[in-house]
């Protein structure tokens, strides 16, 4: 894992994009998008124990998605750093429509072809809801604007969902769509981090993806 130490005034600003922790539904395999689904024991372990590692950071800021199994991720950081959480409804996961609370073989069993599409990965609107990139699109926008007031070297923690994190960080990369096979998904209770780029570079670099505080979620 590189470097990725934040702390007072050395190096470029960074911004960490932390998934939550497991819920029951993450276990069963059921789709989640913007059903209010809370961390399960395991998932409150694993933020527990993430939340240490990125508390070392010194962070200076923390935003969360307001459903819950996000800002209780966001508030075990929060307590690790004392640090407020700022909700940010803007940070939820892709709206899947049709598909919330199904398992992943209800759906193909239901939605063939727009799951292939989706499989595929094809920009299409989720169960009848939201597409990737209009997730990653309002994501985007959140994290810029909570990052604009980032000094050298200060740390941003944004706490959101694996789906609309990762549509969000090809954005921020300025990766097009078409290059999401290439990052795997966050799992749930781990982070990537971004360094601010100089001017007149890229606005964003990725320091580290997919870390966490375990070798195996």
């Known amino acids: 894992m590189s470097d990725a130490s934040g702390g007072g005034g050395a190096g470029p600003a960074q911004v960490v994009l932390w998934r939550h922790g497991r819920t029951a539904w993450n276990a069963d395999g059921r789709w989640q998008g913007h059903t209010d689904v809370p961390l399960d024991e395991r998932g409150s372990e694993q933020v527990a124990a993430a939340a240490a590692v990125l508390a070392a950071r010194g962070p200076v800021r923390v935003v969360s998605s307001d459903l819950s199994r996000a800002s209780a991720t966001a508030g075990a950081l929060a307590l690790a750093a004392d640090l407020p959480v700022a909700l940010d409804p803007r940070l939820r996961e892709v709206f899947g429509g049709d598909w919330q609370g199904l398992r992943r073989a209800e759906i193909a069993a239901g939605w063939p072809e727009l799951h292939a599409a989706w499989l595929a990965g094809d920009d299409v609107p989720l169960g009848g809801g939201e597409r990737r990139t209009e997730a990653g699109a309002r994501v985007l926008a959140a994290v810029e604007e909570h990052a604009a007031p980032l000094g050298d070297g200060e740390v941003l923690v944004v706490v959101g969902h694996g789906g609309a994190l990762g549509a969000a960080l ?24 971004l360094l601010r780029g100089a001017p007149g570079a890229a606005p964003w670099r990725l320091l580290e993806h997919n870390a966490g505080a375990w070798s195996h979620a």
């Open 170 to 193: 090809l954005q921020l990369l300025g990766l097009p769509r078409t290059a999401a096979p290439v990052l795997t998904g966050l799992r749930n209770a781990r982070w990537s981090t």
